[in-house]
């Protein structure tokens, strides 16, 4: 069985071919930071233009670097959601319009879902119920996965998502978009220890988090120092070590909560090396395993989407004229897997 996947949430358009026997055939990815670093973030119209331009003639060079014939493609699984409601129904139309045209099943996919179990595309034997966090763009919450598809909220942001953290302060700090990576260079340089930086939340005996609060005091602090590189790799430092605290006490709080020992951490934060390696060590302390995915696989991709196509074979629907999208689609609406 062999299905192309399609992500065309958010600013990145994703094409991949996932194949049960041969593994991941061909990942492409065409990133828009050129067209939105100048506004400083995603402006939504112009991400669904751009998806409209290159995603068909991706899937082209997909085919033909891969060296697939269309004929043996089983099935096109796509993004349905959460994402931009433009971007997805890019995404939607194209799936749909192919798969009416190489008359071959069409399988809508949950984002979070694909980066939830994206994982698995290296690291086959994750087994079941674990701990996911799952810190992108859009979202930073704490699931507890009892098997694909049967997935439980146990704690999530109240406010901004980390990611948002992560490029909004970068964005302060006169670094280009998108954020978090260019922050993070920028923190290993910075001196631990000059600033001290506040962990909200870290009390509250829940499992929810909250950023915004952390954003406005380093806003405060920017506008309060020099701009000179030094002082902004040592606030850079600083907030990427609070940032990283917080996610790191709950993801044990939750552990603790649950008793399970394996978590895995995926979506764009998760290529965070100082993330990776604090929630490593944290795991140690807990006789618990972490799973991540490789740092290039952690954003988007098409290769998540393709993989849990593959997964929900079984759930394929005959190509139709009613496009199904879901720009708010959550995790917990999910069917889970006979
Ligand atoms: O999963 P993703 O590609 O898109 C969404 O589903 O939202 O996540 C994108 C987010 C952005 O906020 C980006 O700044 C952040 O992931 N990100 C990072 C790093 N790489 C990507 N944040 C911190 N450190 C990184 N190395
Ligand atoms: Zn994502």
Redesign the pocket.
Known sequence: MRVLGIETS?DDTGIAIYDDRLGLMINLLHNQFDLHSKYGGIVPELAARSHMKKTVPLIERALMQSGCDVKSISAIAYTAGPGLMGSLLIGASISHALSFSWNIPIIPVN?MEG?LLSPMLEEKKIEFPFIALLV???HTQLIEAFKIGSYKLLGESLDDSV??A??KTAKLLGLSY????SL?KMAKYGTPGRFKFPRPMIKSSDLNFSFSGLKTYTSNLINKQEKDFQTRADIAYEFESAVIDILVIKCKRALKKTGLNRIVVA???S??DSLREKIKLMAICCKSQVFYVRPELC??NGAMIAYVGMLRFKERKPSKLNIFVSPNWLLSDLKSIK
Do not use: E, I, K, L
Not at 178 to 181: A, E, F, M
């Open positions: 958010c984002h980066h992108s763009g859009g990611g948002d992560f490029d998108p954020g978090g990576p993070s979506g764009g934060v290529a965070n954003t988007d």
